[in-house]
């Protein structure tokens, strides 16, 4: 297939493109690079065996989709391109509101211009808010505990609406807490991402941060720490292969979770990465965080039936391969 990977700058998008192109597909990517690196798409394109076309421009401008399109036609969308900060969410609203949704909507509509009729998108379980106690299915109610949550659940319904008079199809991904790096490692998070569990860890590790601050200590869970469903980054990547076949004939818009059906607690993060890397990564116990839930697992059911997909690597694989990387990549990429 000829794909528009849009956001595949960043580090979802890299591994997932470079995925793509190992199995064959021609990808071009959509990318403004305001958080994704030219370097992960060099290193992506030549991981999986052909060089990655970048068009350096902005969803949200018709000039740039314009560009983009012009460089197709193409079969499907991957549509990564997004802001995904919870923190920084809450202080600018707008600006997620804008690039999340307003930029999907744009998107949607340079594709019904364009005939392009399918699309796989970035969600993610921060729809879910603290979801109802048990794992998170599919038709669980939304009740977004942030702007960054809210923008996905609407993007989601933006692309509900597109897709529902359409002969195309949509796939949304629900993804949960992705982790963990490429095999090679020179694919990876950011480090200076410091939202993410992961990276905090991993920076305590390394010596560059002083302690892990392990927010809330009081939550109803065994250890009173948060608890998330980690999936490899890996996993994550392939289940794109599968929901791009899903956008093949299938129904209108169709919602998948994105998860390993586990969840693991802070506590128990620290404890692995602590195995991990060898290194004491002294923590410390703060209050909770506005935003964050007490424990989000997915239920995976839906696409283990429906795609056939299930994660594969669990908690200490994406540890090891985030260290990994980490360690070959200190400043993550140049420049
Ligand atoms: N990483 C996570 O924990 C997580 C969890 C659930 C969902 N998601 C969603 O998955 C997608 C990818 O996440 P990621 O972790 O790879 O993030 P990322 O920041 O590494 O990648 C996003 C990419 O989109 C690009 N981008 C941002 N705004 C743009 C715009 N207006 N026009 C064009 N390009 C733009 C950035 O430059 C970056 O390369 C996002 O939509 C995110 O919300 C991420």
């Not at 036609?73 to 991957?78: I, K, M, Q, R, S």
């Not at 692309?159 to 949960?176: C, K, M, T, W």
């Not at 989000?296 to 696409?303: D, R």
């Amino acid at each position: 297939m000829s794909l528009l990977v849009t956001g595949g700058a960043g580090y979802i998008g890299s591994h997932t493109a470079s995925l793509l192109s190992s199995k064959g597909h021609r990808v071009v990517v959509l990318d403004s690079l305001i958080n994704g690196h030219g370097e992960a798409l060099s290193r992506a394109g030549r991981l999986g065996g052909t060089p990655l076309e970048l068009i350096r421009g902005d969803i949200r401008s018709q000039t740039d989709l314009k560009r983009a399109f012009a460089a197709g036609p193409f079969d499907a969308v991957v549509h990564f391109a997004g802001l995904k900060s919870v923190v920084e969410s809450i202080d600018e609203p707008e600006l997620y509101r804008e690039v999340n949704i307003s930029g999907t909507a744009a998107l949607c509509e340079a594709m019904r211009r364009n005939d392009c009729q399918r699309l796989v998108f970035s969600s993610s379980a921060a729809v879910y808010g603290n979801g109802d106690g048990t794992p998170c299915r599919e038709e669980t109610p939304l009740a977004p505990l942030n702007p960054y949550g809210a923008s996905k659940a609407e993007a989601e319904q933006v692309i509900a609406e597109q897709f529902a008079n359409s002969s195309g199809a949509a796939v949304s991904l629900r993804y949960f807490n992705p982790v963990g790096a490429h095999p090679s490692a020179e694919l990876g998070e950011d480090p200076k991402v410091r939202n993410n569990l992961a990276p905090v860890l991993l920076d305590v590790a390394f010596g560059v941060r002083e302690d892990l601050e392990v927010f809330g200590s009081d939550y109803p869970t065994p250890d009173g720490s948060c608890i998330r469903d980690y999936i490899h980054i890996m996993d994550l990547a392939r289940a794109h292969l599968a929901a791009l076949n899903a956008t093949d004939g299938g129904p209108n818009h169709q919602i998948y979770n994105v998860g390993t059906g586990r969840g693991s607690s802070v506590l128990d993060m620290l404890e692995i990465a602590r195995q991990v890397t060898s290194a004491p990564i002294p923590a410390r116990r703060v209050a909770r965080r506005e935003g964050d839930s007490a424990a989000l697992i997915a239920n995976v059911t839906k696409i283990q039936q429906e795609l056939g997909w299930k994660a594969e690597l669990g908690v200490r694989e994406m540890l090891e391969s985030a260290w990994a990387w980490r360690c070959s990549n200190p400043q993550g990429y140049p420049g």
